[in-house]
């Protein structure tokens, strides 16, 4: 996803080499692809940063992987600046709305013309979230509530359970068993574990950055992008430091190799994936991208 390109890319993992661009309207955002590997949902966030003013956009695109077109929009309004994206292992779609604060789901996304289901958050400025498996359960961030927000996406009758982890909080994962959220509370630095099911802190650690995003790599260790410091680092699930990586632009999001000790992280600035060896923790290859790439995901050969 290269958001201010305007455009989802196809480039060769190994060489580096674009293949194809598909064109869509600006500022797409965030990016999920279904278990088949059959189609891409892209969220219409619409606007370049959380910070810039405007209305958005209010659309899922739902791109082709085979055919590397748009196959169809889905028209999400009156739910306007849809970042967050998510698909569980019954391949249903969720898709979140910053500006209505609303996470909506879709039973069938390769046909049908409109959510079939909301859930209130009741965060403020609702960014992204982290997904259960069996999407039964959605932990929602809002930047301006300084929430996460434990959602039952498939019953909007339960209402949402809130915790504050810290300042900021954008970007968590879960644990492999699911016990535990890991947040980055930007403004507070820090990491933050939290129990997924009473949604209490268990523990909270300052990073001395940036805590952009955090992914789960194992048993014990996370990976975090620091966009201060430029760095990607490993954290062991406890929230003890392990090690530390200097990158030559501003990391963002990052995809992990299925099968092998490989992290692709795009890099905003200096317009690049870094191909990282994770066990060695050194950059040991990449290639250029056209703007801003952000989410990614890593396909099969054709």
Not at 107 to 131: C, E, I, M, Q, Y
Not at 271 to 286: E, K
Request: glycine share 6%.
């Amino acid at each position: 996803m290269e958001k201010s390109s305007h455009a989802v890319s196809f480039y060769d993992a190994e060489s580096g080499q674009l293949r194809q661009t598909v064109r869509l309207p600006d500022y797409p955002h965030e990016m999920v692809v279904d278990s088949r590997r059959r189609f891409a949902y892209v969220g219409h966030y619409g606007v370049r940063m959380s910070s810039s003013v405007g209305e958005g956009g209010a659309a899922v695109f739902v791109i082709d992987l085979a055919e590397r077109s748009l196959a169809r929009t889905i028209d999400t309004r009156p739910f306007n600046r849809i970042h967050g994206m998510g698909i569980d292992h019954h391949d249903r779609l969720y898709a979140l709305s910053e500006e209505k604060a609303a996470l909506l789901g879709f039973d069938d996304p390769s046909t049908d013309p409109a959510p079939t289901r909301a859930v209130p958050t009741h965060g403020v400025k609702t960014h992204l979230f982290t997904l259960s498996r069996d999407g039964e359960r959605a932990y929602v961030t809002g930047l301006l509530s300084h929430t996460v927000s434990l959602v039952r996406p498939h019953d909007a009758a339960v209402p949402p359970v809130l915790v504050t982890p810290g300042q900021l909080p954008e970007s968590s994962c879960l644990s492999r068993d699911e016990k535990t959220l890991f947040v980055g509370a930007r403004k507070s630095a820090s990491l933050v574990a939290v129990d997924t099911r009473t949604m209490k802190v268990r523990r909270t650690r300052k990073t001395g950055g940036d805590p952009l995003r955090v992914y789960t790599l194992d048993d014990e260790r996370l990976l975090v992008t620091d966009i201060v410091a430029n760095t990607l680092a490993l954290w062991s699930t406890d929230l003890r430091p392990i090690r530390s990586l200097g990158l030559d632009g501003t990391p963002s999001a990052v995809t992990l190799h299925p099968s092998r000790p490989l992290a692709y992280v795009s890099l905003l600035g200096t317009n690049r994936i870094a191909v990282v060896d994770l066990d060695r923790f050194a950059v040991v290859d990449g290639f250029a991208t056209q703007l801003e790439p952000d989410a990614s995901v890593l396909l099969p050969a054709p």
